[in-house]
């Protein structure tokens, strides 16, 4: 079984920069893709970005890419996600998400594993 757990969400400005953080426990060694989604109200969870734990290789979503920074941490199996210039369109819970395989796969049913969400709040 894995464990993952998010922290670090909170309430900001737009522009500002927040980091989040999954530490992920449990039966690591299968797990390939680590990923973060969102969900705004109202609105479909959808992939942010993703990042492969053997090579690093990252994936971004056009709507944060240059924004925001996914990053691991193998030793202390943690997933980071650094966010910088923030916007209220970033507003969402952030779920922390992980499957075995080799893609960085954009749908929900693609994860096995999921934490229980941190909220993100950008005012204007």
């Known amino acids: 079984q894995v464990h993952l757990v998010e922290s670090g969400g909170g309430l900001v400005q737009s522009g500002d920069s927040l980091s989040l953080s999954c530490v992920v426990s449990?039966?690591?060694?299968?797990?390939?893709?680590m990923a973060w989604f969102r969900q705004a109200p109202g609105k479909e969870r959808e992939l942010v970005g993703g990042?492969?734990?053997?090579?690093?290789?990252?994936y971004y979503i056009p709507a944060v890419k240059g924004r925001f920074t996914i990053s691991k941490d193998n030793v202390k199996n943690t997933v980071l996600l650094q966010m910088m210039n923030l916007k209220p369109e970033d507003t969402a819970v952030y779920y922390c998400?992980?499957?075995?395989?080799?893609?960085?796969?954009?749908?929900?049913?693609?994860?096995?594993?999921w934490g229980q969400g941190t909220q993100v709040t950008v005012s204007s």
């Open positions: 990042i492969t734990w053997s090579t690093g290789r990252t």
């Open positions: 998400a992980a499957r075995s395989g080799q893609t960085i796969a954009s749908t929900i049913s693609s994860y096995d594993y």
């Open positions: 449990g039966r690591t060694s299968s797990l390939d893709i």
